[in-house]
């Protein structure tokens, strides 16, 4: 098993920044993706970002291109979510999700066997 600690969410202004991290324990793979979706009120899971183990592929969707920056740490088990300039339309709860045993990047969230229990992103207008 695995488990996905989410922290760093909060209340901020638009044209603000917040970090989120993930810190992944348990069983990891040599090999995983980790990624960050979003669910708003009365919307889907979408996809936000993913990166592959090594830190040498990302992905990102094209609503947050050019904002936010995903990168993982030295220890390789903590996945961050950099968010500037943002915007109400951000507001979301933020979940973090591993694929373990791949190493493709894949922005569907039904290819990620694992998840974090969710941090809170308001962004007041």
């Known amino acids: 098993q695995v488990q996905l600690v989410e922290s760093g969410g909060g209340l901020v202004q638009t044209g603000g920044s917040l970090r989120l991290s993930c810190a992944a324990s348990?069983?990891?793979?040599?090999?995983?993706?980790m990624a960050w979706f979003r669910q708003a009120p009365g919307k889907e899971r979408e996809f936000v970002a993913a990166?592959?183990?090594?830190?040498?592929?990302?992905d990102y969707a094209d609503s947050v291109k050019g904002r936010f920056s995903i990168s993982i740490g030295n220890a390789r088990n903590t996945v961050f979510l950099q968010m500037n300039s943002l915007k109400p339309e951000d507001t979301a709860v933020y979940y973090c999700?591993?694929?373990?045993?791949?190493?493709?990047?894949?922005?569907?969230?039904?290819?990620?066997?694992?998840w974090g229990q969710g941090t809170q992103v308001t962004v007041s207008s």
């Open positions: 990166i592959t183990r090594n830190g040498v592929f990302t």
């Open positions: 348990g069983r990891t793979s040599t090999d995983y993706i």
């Open positions: 999700g591993a694929r373990m045993g791949y190493y493709t990047l894949t922005k569907r969230g039904s290819d990620y066997n694992y």
